[in-house]
């Protein structure tokens, strides 16, 4: 059964005390945020009175999902930066803050008249993090930086898919994501230069550099060989056997045997022992030159079976392989429960939300669940009566547009 969790504002953890402050949009920077708001730091995200984050629209069923996920342990000011007033009060909450996360087009703070260089003369000591497609400087500086068009252009797209087909975008916004991942890594590096007495530096974070890194050796393999990654589907080009492979019962099931001790517990185990000294698959570099040959021989034992067959088969064999998952199946899985890796948090709209839980796991300092993603505004007079507004002066902000009305 999935755990059904309590928010606890109260439980102890290691980021308690660093201030973080995001003006950002969408996926990238609110996955950066997340990572230190799940570890406990105060996010205090700026979001448009009227519309909020864009995040915030992309809805099922009403159900602003994303927003729900992603700005969990946040907090949510409600502040228009258009009028100076509004740019005055995010420079007094800089002041306080240990991180910022931003991601307009590569010279709009400095537009504002809040660059770098006026936000380190209030705050010597503040991280700034400007997330973008292609960086702050170079050639594609002004271009609009989707992580869509990033995934295209890193190469990721035309290596994914099929040979025959069309170049395959992911259904995800993987670009984004790992590029919070970076940013989070990043600040906690920043952090430490700052923690041993240096000065607080900006974080130059484009979506394009990060996707291209897990892209493996690619541009060295080109370089070497003059070969460019092809599109192989499930198969890879430097172990086999590695596939998904379908079952008599329409299941699938992924196979990774990428040394060449568990090849060998795959031959043995579809009942192939003589392809271990068979001079085409003998290695690993002989299996990926007859790779149509070697998958074949998997592939035609696992299709005579039933999934549970195949898996009785290669569990007793200490085989690398495991069934393909839709998300209902995952939703089932006990490992899935017995971790806790997806917990029911509470909420307000749809009763409880099924959400992913804190991860990496500290052992002594774990991160928590600590709040529920909050509606627009939610914190506003909050913290800005940390910078001495009281409610006069909230009503007054509001009565022009600063601020959603409190």
Not at 12 to 39: F, K, Y
Not at 220 to 239: H, M
Not at 386 to 391: F, K
């Amino acid at each position: 059964m999935i755990q059904r969790i309590a928010f606890d504002p109260t439980a102890p953890v290691p980021l308690a005390g660093l201030r973080v402050v995001d003006i950002s949009r969408l996926v990238a920077g609110n996955m950066v945020s997340l990572q230190l708001a799940d570890q406990g730091a105060e996010v205090i995200k700026i979001e448009d009175p009227k519309v909020g984050d864009p995040l915030r629209a992309w809805r099922v069923q009403g159900l602003s999902l994303h927003w729900k996920v992603y700005s969990r342990n946040k907090k949510s000011v409600a502040l228009n930066l258009r009028p100076q007033a509004g740019r005055d009060l995010l420079l007094d909450l800089l002041a306080t803050a240990d991180v910022f996360i931003e991601n307009f087009r590569p010279g709009t703070l400095e537009e504002m008249g809040i660059g770098p260089d006026v936000l380190h003369a209030r705050n010597p000591k503040l991280i700034i993090v400007r997330i973008s497609g292609f960086g702050q400087d170079g050639p594609y500086r002004d271009r609009p930086g989707f992580g869509t068009l990033v995934e295209a252009m890193s190469g990721f797209a035309s290596k994914n898919g099929y040979g025959d087909r069309p170049p395959v975008l992911p259904p995800l916004a993987m670009a984004d994501m790992i590029a919070g991942l970076y940013g989070a890594y990043a600040i906690m590096v920043a952090l430490r230069v700052v923690e041993q007495g240096g000065r607080g530096q900006v974080i130059d974070l484009p979506l394009l550099e990060p996707m291209i890194s897990v892209l493996g050796p690619d541009a060295a393999t080109y370089r070497v060989s003059g070969d460019k990654p092809q599109r192989t589907g499930s198969r890879s080009l430097t172990t086999s056997p590695r596939n998904v492979y379908e079952t008599s019962d329409g299941r699938f099931i992924a196979i990774s045997a990428s040394i060449q001790q568990m090849a060998e517990r795959v031959f043995r185990a579809i009942g192939k022992p003589e392809m271990i000294d068979d001079p085409r698959f003998r290695t690993n570099t002989d299996r990926v030159h007859n790779i149509e040959a070697c998958d074949g021989a998997v592939a035609d034992f696992i299709r005579a079976r039933t999934l549970a067959e195949n898996m009785a088969v290669f569990e007793a064999a200490e085989v690398t392989a495991i069934p393909v998952y839709e998300i209902d199946q995952l939703l089932d899985d006990p490992h899935v429960h017995a971790r806790g890796v997806l917990v029911e948090a509470p909420d307000d709209e749809a009763g409880s939300v099924l959400m992913h839980n804190v991860i990496p796991r500290l052992s002594d300092t774990p991160g928590r669940l600590r709040s529920p993603a909050p509606s627009l505004g939610q914190h506003t007079a909050e913290i800005l009566a940390q910078l001495g507004c009281g409610p006069a002066r909230l009503a007054a902000l509001a009565a022009d547009g600063v601020i959603k009305e409190v």
